[in-house]
């Protein structure tokens, strides 16, 4: 029994190394070769015999190419890791030979995104070093999966084929492309920076009057001059000032869009807008769509919060988010901005030019009386232009750089 136990174990192990390696025709091979000597030997077929016995050659001379060990430490080296849509950047494969006797060439395969690149290596002598440069395409926005590295050893038949994985994959960002923009609360909102609101505060920074004294007032408040000549306990009273927060919604469904151009530049003006804002020290929240699954029974009202901790941060979560048919449109996104967010002072909707004027209106709606909505939409084909509808502001721009302008006009008006 122990005997039989380690018989099963170690043939366990041999058939869980060679399983892998052995291709489909590898077996088709294996499987002929008694096939073959079997039936040739009983019926005297010499040309089965034949056929048997070079079946045995072929599959020796394929594994030899499975013996030995390859002497390279290979690598792999990203040049960034975060990229502008468009901007070149290349990776490399290194290899090193820690042996003491010369390396052969080796052909390396590089999964990028969807495809492959090969890294060609050469023969190294001992303690020498080589090295091949691959370029990363970034000519569209999202996050591209660059590796792992792995060289193939194979007969040239293919019976029989190992892979060597040397590196882990590696993440490149895309981010869309931003412009640098005034700040986005130059002439918009109304906060510590500018000028206090018309709500009044019994506990503030700008003095707006003075009043009776109420239970429940803070004493420190009691303004003892006016009290004296009055004869009456009077209180001061203050114009609310607050912070501001700016929101910034993106619509991630198909049905606001007439084409993909129109959906990057609507990222683009979202993460322009972000960058400045977090430049600027100001309360933001980043928001987009959130997608219905596939198989629901009913639509899912919500979004997702993007970070705002750091500009990168913003645009590393803008590479990845994706237009779907099932995504939130801009009339639901502000509906649920508005109820989950309090002390809004802007709302920036971004949309494109499938939306119309009248659910812009409806998404302004969402939001109270005292929120400035700002709703930017993305239309290369219209007249860039700034219109009023309703108390929200409509800014049509063709390209990126015209969000520079727009948002000048919209707070000169």
């Not at 920036?348 to 659910?359: D, K, M, P, R, T």
């Not at 005292?370 to 239309?379: F, G, K, L, Q, R």
Request: aromatic share 6%; glycine share 6%; proline share 4%.
């Amino acid at each position: 029994m122990r005997f039989v136990g380690a018989a099963r174990s170690t043939i366990a192990r041999y058939a869980a190394r060679i399983t892998p390696v052995v291709t489909p025709l590898g077996w088709v091979v294996l499987a002929l070769i008694p096939t073959t000597l079997i039936a040739g030997y009983s019926i005297a077929w010499m040309e089965l015999i034949v056929v048997g016995y070079a079946s045995i050659a072929v599959a020796l001379m394929a594994a030899i190419y499975l013996f030995g060990r390859s002497q390279l430490t290979i690598s792999l080296h990203v040049e960034r890791r975060r990229v502008t849509v468009g901007e070149a950047i290349s990776g490399e494969v290194r290899g090193v030979n820690a042996g003491k006797r010369r390396s052969l060439g080796v052909v390396a395969e590089i999964p990028v995104a969807a495809t492959f690149a090969e890294a060609v290596l050469p023969s190294i002598r001992p303690g020498g070093a080589a090295s091949h440069e691959f370029p990363i395409p970034t000519h569209r926005r999202g996050v591209i999966s660059v590796g792992p590295v792995r060289t193939i050893r194979a007969d040239p038949i293919g019976l029989v084929r190992r892979e060597l994985i040397w590196t882990e994959s590696a993440e490149v960002f895309v981010h869309p492309r931003t412009i640098s923009i005034p700040s986005v609360s130059t002439g918009l909102i109304r906060d510590l920076e500018g000028n206090p609101t018309k709500d009044l505060s019994s506990n503030d920074i700008s003095f707006h009057a003075l009043r009776e004294y109420l239970p429940g007032d803070e004493r420190r408040n009691i303004h003892w001059k006016t009290t004296a000549r009055t004869g009456r306990y009077m209180v001061r009273q203050f114009e609310e000032t607050r912070r501001s927060h700016l929101v910034i919604a993106l619509s991630l469904a198909n049905a606001d869009y007439a084409s993909d151009y129109e959906f990057e530049m609507a990222v683009s003006v979202a993460g322009s807008l972000g960058a400045q804002a977090i430049k600027d020290a100001r309360t933001i929240t980043v928001v987009a769509s959130e997608q219905t699954p596939q198989f629901a029974k009913r639509k899912i009202f919500a979004v997702r919060t993007l970070s705002t901790l750091t500009s990168t941060r913003l645009l590393d979560d803008l590479t990845r988010v994706n237009s779907a048919d099932t995504a939130l449109r801009i009339v639901d996104v502000a509906r649920v901005t508005s109820e989950q967010r309090d002390g809004v002072s802007v709302a920036f909707l971004i949309c494109g030019s499938a939306v119309s004027s009248q659910q812009l209106r409806a998404a302004s709606t969402k939001f109270a009386a005292n929120v400035e909505v700002v709703a930017i939409v993305c239309d290369p084909e219209a007249v860039p232009g700034l219109r009023r509808v309703s108390g929200l502001s409509v800014l049509t721009i063709g390209y990126l750089e015209e969000l520079k302008r727009a948002l000048a006009r919209s707070a000169a008006v």
